[in-house]
């Protein structure tokens, strides 16, 4: 195994012979009045700038995979490169000074369907599966929730029917993010009438397969970051099952608990619009950077964002000293929620009438997708009242609440 | 060369599993907090000599070349997780954290040589009056060696010290009216550097605190959570209502997220991280509202039981409000914050 130092030599050189560093000045710096102002909530990109996208996303992976950053912490059998998480935190920072497509766009696919099929997944789907998503080959979205199961998932209806030596597949999914890029679909069916919880199957599901369905769901801040799926009669394979029939609630777990990670990770905003400079600079050009208030409320905002990042910080290097984190993860997406709808009320407090009606001054009706986004993250992965539930009794040790 | 790193050590927190735990049952030996709150002194004596001589705690952040065991702000977050969920009511914070940081940042080689030792065995107990005004002072009437400022300079007072203890808020930590013979008093650092001195020193103790203020409010948690498990209503727990155990929950998230933010604000202050004047703050605020908050839930958990004189819940309610307006408020921390970012 290489030192961490070497290892980041080679990265940094490797980095360096095929793209263009960022100035240091620039590197996540943001300016006031430069480029585009729009404020990133959900990712809802135009459909021209995504198609455009997504073919330089793929080709960064597939580069990454082919100089053997592709998957750091994984193991070698799947093409991995086998070395420690801390390795793969290292490359991700020094990423930062490079202009590179960035992975945000594979959230789902890497951050919680990669580490579900190692996993959960028999040893030829590991190897079919797991170097084709981190590879870019694939790219993979989540089929759970649908209209009559929400916040109780486990009465999931779709159904998947023995045909052949395959299955047959017949239903609805909502609320995927990203189905209309992918080309597999983490699916959970009703595989029998009963018990409940041991009635599910997973599966992964040919999103190009004859019947299948995908309409942009339209979300109250007017764009769409999400789709309806729907399955009438899709032929799976026999090989597509994942795990064991009955297993399924088990499998959506763990890719929940992912999920759950892997949006707790956004709560202290790499992605733009939490930044402290940002902030900043709307409460300078608002004009009420000598208002005590607006500064307290500031310093109030700052210390909710911050200590959710600490929090991550201290959970993660639990993890990497080999003690992962449990259910508690969950208390991430709850910080999450609850910094969007501080971040709200902060904007629209330093914007007053700015926030409700566009003068077209740069950088500030922007900001009502913050204000209408914001609820929407109480609801996704796991509404936080039934993630309450969740971890008082798994992580309190509570009665089932009720 | 003593280069700023970027990013703080959060790695080193699992080694202090033993260190917690010999605090712990220290602790948990000691005369109830109850027995002792009542006496005028507030506190054991001979449970702070032992203290000294058989885990050398009053050591801690003393540096070696002062006998100290020149511990980090890391070793110290545990130590102070753990007076804070036994609401230590003796001079710790005050002497071995507050006393130690300003004799330390005021650079004062000699005032170091000659009074951390003291400190650093129990055998002195220092306070620190850092307002220049006369508002109370912590433990000032146990208090053997005083730091006070007139605004512009530091001074160390040890002799000719009148105190009177006085009606407090916490009653797990008593403050004092002190009044002392300026001729008595010793400059310690450069004369001007108070505000500077008194500025890290202040950074430095309120990560302390707030590793105390986590501790206490994880303390709050548990009597909740057991309590709620145990206690039943309605013919059930009163734990399975989801209006109990959310509110459990969101205490939990408090519990959790105050003890991260203390425990990254001492790595970074052991790691000299750019970020620690800001982490410091943000620990400071996080841990002051979360213990409050934390506190002030736990008495509605426990019911009627818990709004009795009897009952530890308003120790640690008095504990986090008193905790609030003891070096800054936390609007006072959030202003800092403001600044110090450069808004």
């Given at each position: 195994m290489p030192e961490l130092p070497e290892f980041l030599a080679a990265a940094e050189a490797w980095l360096e012979a095929g793209y263009s560093r960022v100035a240091t000045e620039q590197r996540g710096r943001f300016r006031w009045g430069e480029g585009s102002d729009e404020v990133h909530v959900f990712q809802e990109p135009d459909p021209v700038e995504e198609a455009d996208a997504v073919p330089r996303i793929r080709a960064w992976r597939a580069a990454l995979w082919d100089g053997g950053y592709g998957w750091i912490s994984g193991p070698k059998e799947y093409g991995g490169a086998g070395l420690s998480r801390s390795y793969e935190a290292a490359f991700n920072r020094l990423t930062r000074k490079f202009d590179v497509p960035g992975d945000a766009a594979l959230t789902v696919s890497l951050g919680m369907i990669a580490p579900t099929i190692l996993r959960h997944a028999d040893e030829g789907q590991k190897r079919r599966y797991l170097p084709a998503l981190y590879r870019g080959d694939l790219i993979a979205c989540q089929l759970f929730s649908e209209p009559g199961a929400g916040s109780d998932l486990a009465s999931i209806e779709s159904k998947a029917t023995p045909e052949g030596d395959g299955w047959l597949i017949t239903g609805q999914k909502v609320w995927t993010s990203g189905a209309h890029l992918a080309d597999i679909g983490e699916i959970i069916c009703q595989t029998s009438p009963g018990p409940r919880h041991h009635n599910l199957t997973a599966f992964l599901v040919d999103m190009h397969a004859p019947g299948v369905m995908v309409r942009p769901l339209r979300q109250m801040t007017g764009g769409a970051a999400f789709n309806e799926v729907f399955l009438d009669g899709v032929r799976v394979p026999g090989d597509a099952r994942l795990d064991a029939v009955g297993e399924g609630w088990r499998v959506a777990l763990t890719t929940l608990s992912h999920e759950r990670s892997a949006m707790g990770h956004s709560s202290f905003g790499g992605a733009g619009i939490l930044s402290t400079e940002r902030l900043m600079e709307l409460v300078r050009h608002a004009g009420n950077a000598h208002d005590s208030v607006v500064r307290r409320d500031f310093g109030e905002l700052i210390t909710q964002l911050r200590v959710a990042r600490y929090a991550q910080e201290v959970m993660a290097e639990r993890a990497r000293a080999g003690q992962p984190p449990g259910p508690e993860i969950a208390l991430n997406k709850l910080a999450l929620s609850a910094n969007m709808a501080a971040l709200a009320g902060f904007v629209a407090g330093v914007l007053g009438p700015k926030v409700i009606a566009d003068t077209g001054e740069w950088g500030t009706y922007a900001w009502t997708s913050v204000v209408l986004g914001a609820p929407g993250y109480r609801l996704g992965g796991g509404s936080d009242e039934v993630l309450k539930n969740m971890i008082a009794e798994r992580v309190l040790g509570l009665p089932r609440p009720s | 060369m003593s280069a700023v790193s970027?990013?703080?050590?959060?790695?080193?927190?699992?080694?202090?599993d033993e260190l917690r735990r010999t605090v712990r049952q220290f602790l948990a030996d000691m005369p109830p907090v109850r027995s002792v709150m009542e006496a005028t002194e507030g506190f054991d004596r001979a449970a702070w000599r032992r203290m000294a001589e058989q885990v050398g705690l009053q050591a801690l952040l003393v540096p070696e070349r002062y006998e100290g065991l020149g511990q980090g702000a890391t070793e110290a977050n545990v130590v102070f997780e753990e007076m804070g969920r036994a609401l230590y009511s003796g001079p710790y914070f005050a002497s071995a954290a507050l006393a130690v940081y300003v004799l330390l940042c005021s650079g004062d080689e000699a005032a170091c040589r000659d009074l951390l030792p003291g400190i650093a065995a129990g055998t002195t107990i220092a306070t620190a009056a850092l307002d220049g005004s006369s508002a109370p002072i912590l433990h000032g009437h146990v208090a053997d060696l005083l730091l006070v400022t007139d605004g512009s300079s530091l001074f160390a007072v040890d002799a000719g010290i009148q105190a009177q203890p006085i009606d407090s808020l916490d009653l797990t930590r008593k403050l004092a009216t002190v009044k002392f013979e300026r001729g008595s008093a010793r400059p310690v650092g450069k004369e001007g550097g108070a505000p500077k001195t008194i500025a890290a020193a202040t950074d430095r103790a309120l990560v302390c605190l707030a590793a105390e203020e986590a501790g206490g409010a994880a303390r709050c948690l548990e009597m909740s959570v057991a309590y709620a498990k145990q206690r039943e209503q309605f013919g059930r727990p009163i734990g399975s209502f989801q209006a109990i155990a959310h509110r459990c929950v969101e205490m939990l998230q408090r519990v959790e997220f105050a003890r991260a933010a203390a425990r990254y604000a001492a790595s970074c202050l052991d790691e000299e991280t750019g970020e620690f004047p800001i982490a410091a703050r943000v620990a400071a605020a996080y841990c002051g509202q979360a213990y409050r908050w934390v506190a002030g839930e736990s008495i509605q958990v426990h019911g009627g039981i818990g709004f009795t004189w009897e009952h530890d819940a308003h120790l640690h309610y008095r504990r986090a409000w008193a905790d609030e307006a003891l070096l800054g408020t936390t609007d006072q921390h959030y202003l800092a914050i403001a600044d110090r970012l450069g808004l």
């Open positions: - | 970027t990013r703080p050590n959060l790695s080193a927190a699992a080694e202090h």
